[in-house]
């Protein structure tokens, strides 16, 4: 497997050199030459390493590499980031954190095209810090979703009385959020906007306080989520994250239907014409 992972890097790290030119790496323009990438030489000079030592990473050789090398190395050839992480797999390191390189309008307009195809039932894509991006019109009918509340899913599931009072089992699943919620943030301990959404909650939320300091986590994925709609009745869902590898900033929430209670026969009534005209959020009295 190593001699397969090393003869990886080689053809990658050779792939990458010769798409970059030396004007796009800010050099002057030379003499003749014999392809239009930049010469290994000139990758060490401008990523400041060795040129026997970068000439002996292209070349695949089992070296030691560092994670400060690589990011000088991934500069020079102008890695995008999937680019990087690959680099650092095919070097043996643990890769970094996708990033998202700006706004990708066909990627949202795929994931609302989605969400609303899987109506009748409801879905809802939410961002790294649980801020919901869009919701389907079955997740307005049936959860509650609504431009006026607070759109973030950690703070109204504390915050939002309609969706409390349909929530069967409440306490129980607000254990179960709160250690997802704390598993998230563990993966970016120094993220200021995870911090600042916990305080945030601790103020709007005596509950959230006491949960948060029991300190238990939770993998995020699955929930099961028993609802009492005011129009018909118990309703039982299966909620599933679905992670998006080219959107690491974003998942997708999807509620499917369970065979309990005649779940799916109340869901397609109440997203029908007859039942939206009935379900205008009622909130409980």
């Not at 030592?53 to 560092?66: A, C, F, N, T």
């Not at 994931?111 to 801020?131: Q, T, V």
């Not at 019109?137 to 950690?154: F, H, K, W, Y």
């Not at 504390?158 to 306490?171: C, I, K, M, Q």
């Amino acid at each position: 497997m190593k001699t397969h992972r090393l003869s990886e890097l080689r053809e990658f790290l050779m792939t990458r050199r010769a798409k970059v030119t030396p004007a796009e790496a800010g050099l002057p323009a030379g003499g003749r030459r014999r392809t239009p990438g930049l010469r290994r030489e000139e990758v060490a000079v401008l990523a400041g390493v060795g040129a026997s030592w970068y000439q002996w990473l292209e070349q695949g050789r089992d070296i030691s590499v560092s994670p400060q090398v690589l990011d000088s190395v991934a500069r020079v050839l102008r890695m995008s980031s999937a680019e990087r992480r690959h680099l650092y797999v095919l070097s043996g390191l643990n890769p970094p954190t996708l990033e998202v390189e700006g706004p990708d309008g066909s990627m949202c307009d795929g994931l609302r095209r989605l969400i609303d195809a899987w109506m009748p039932y409801p879905a809802h894509i939410m961002d790294r810090y649980w801020n919901c991006v869009q919701y389907n019109d079955a997740a307005a009918v049936i959860l509650g979703m609504r431009p006026e509340i607070r759109q973030n899913c950690l703070i109204s599931f504390f915050t939002d009385e309609l969706y409390r009072s349909r929530a069967v089992h409440w306490e129980a699943n607000a254990e179960i959020l709160v250690a997802q919620f704390r598993s998230a943030c563990s993966e970016a301990p120094e993220d200021e906007g995870f911090q600042e959404l916990v305080e945030e909650a601790k103020e709007v939320s005596p509950e959230f306080v006491a949960l948060w300091e029991r300190r238990d986590v939770s993998p995020g994925g699955v929930m099961n989520k028993q609802l009492s709609h005011p129009l018909v009745g118990a309703l039982h869902f299966e909620s599933t994250q679905l992670r998006i590898p080219a959107r690491p900033d974003l998942a997708i929430v999807l509620h499917t239907p369970l065979a309990a209670a005649d779940t799916i026969r109340k869901v397609e009534w109440l997203v029908s014409p007859e039942g939206r005209r009935g379900a205008m959020y009622p909130v409980a009295g």
